[in-house]
């Protein structure tokens, strides 16, 4: 396949294998096939019915339920990756092992080491990665992270982001989630990160106020962390799994000259008004809220492949928001700050 050394990429076509379509890999297989010069070659799961109805869906040449010989196949350039996380880590190595451009779902593993393992098996092969942070692609992410940089907020002073999903998960997901900081809130974990600059410490509080069966998986439903970054501003993150009106993402980034605020509270652009009151409408989920980001960051990825640019946000990149997001459970956990340089790969 093209590389990032080739100087022919330009014109590359790209052959993919499609593992894992769950609800979450069958959104992305929409959005792949839908990408001029990609084409979906085979898709797998373990479960040879899902397999099946992928590969209907978008037309795909073929179907299995052999997750390794899908990535494997020689026919297939890069490697998109929506298995469940336990088993990321290891498909990604596999893929590297096969010398295939890797895409993949966030969080790249639930433990450090096994996270830092696989990018470095990467890393020595010179292959790209991505990890699906997709926030990052979102039209009103992006524009903040433009002004940001170009200075327009000033020094930054504080950092605020809420996330509430509409539905709790299933408890078979709950179970092997890792938990809601490295499931869930990762992902303002990230934006912390991508707007504002690493954190040095974390402080985070959990409980379980919406369903009775997280702590039966030894998780909670409702969180809060405060973070201290290193350049001196502080923040908070808020995480629920349930939201009575509707998907709920919020995020302010605040600065001495300026402020930034990225919401999208209403669906439809429309606000009904009568009896001295209105109504309008909520996202329903994150693939609701999310569809032109969901869409966007594959964009970008094989737009990265076919110039010879490294994919981002990158596998260090995720590393490093992992770090963050073990830091803040450990926190809750302990009911202690957490320095989250301390973190290191044997711990989790």
Not at 69 to 79: L, Q
Not at 101 to 108: D, L, Q, S
Not at 246 to 266: F, M
Request: glycine share 8%; aromatic share 8%; proline share 5%.
């Amino acid at each position: 396949m093209p590389t990032l050394a080739d100087p022919c990429v330009a014109m590359a076509t790209f052959s993919v294998a499609v593992v894992g379509v769950g609800r979450i890999g069958t959104i992305h297989l929409r959005n792949v096939s839908a990408i001029p010069g990609v084409r979906v070659v085979v898709v797998a799961d373990a479960k040879r019915e899902a397999a099946e109805q992928g590969r209907a869906l978008v037309g795909a040449e073929r179907a299995t339920d052999d997750v390794e010989a899908a990535i494997r196949d020689p026919a297939v350039d890069a490697v998109l990756i929506a298995t469940p996380t336990p088993t990321h880590a290891r498909l990604i190595t596999l893929a590297a092992e096969a010398g295939k451009a890797i895409w993949c779902e966030k969080p790249i593993a639930l433990d450090l080491g096994e996270a830092e393992r696989a990018a470095a098996v990467v890393e020595a092969k010179g292959l790209p990665a991505q990890v699906g942070f997709m926030r990052r692609f979102d039209p009103g992410y992006a524009a903040a992270k433009r002004k940001i940089t170009a200075g327009a907020l000033g020094r930054i002073e504080t950092f605020r982001a809420l996330s509430r999903d509409t539905h709790p998960p299933p408890l078979a997901f709950i179970a092997h989630s890792g938990g809601i900081f490295l499931d869930m809130a990762i992902h303002d974990f990230d934006l912390a990160r991508y707007l504002v600059g690493e954190v040095a410490e974390v402080y985070a509080w959990g409980a379980v106020l919406v369903d009775a069966r997280f702590a039966l998986a030894g998780d909670v439903d409702t969180a809060c962390a405060l973070l201290r970054f290193e350049n001196g501003a502080l923040g908070v993150i808020e995480t629920a799994r349930r939201s009575a009106w509707g998907y709920d993402i919020r995020t302010e980034v605040a600065g001495s000259q300026g402020k930034l605020v990225v919401e999208a509270d209403q669906k439809t652009p429309l606000r009904f008004s009568r009896h001295f009151g209105f109504e309008g409408d909520h996202y329903e989920d994150f693939a609701d809220r999310f569809e032109a980001a969901y869409r966007l960051q594959f964009e970008a990825f094989f737009e990265a492949l076919r110039k010879g640019h490294a994919p981002s946000p990158g596998l260090r990149d995720a590393i490093e928001t992992l770090r963050l997001a073990v830091a803040a459970t450990r926190s809750w956990r302990e009911g202690r700050p957490v320095a989250v340089e301390a973190v290191k790969s044997n711990t989790n």
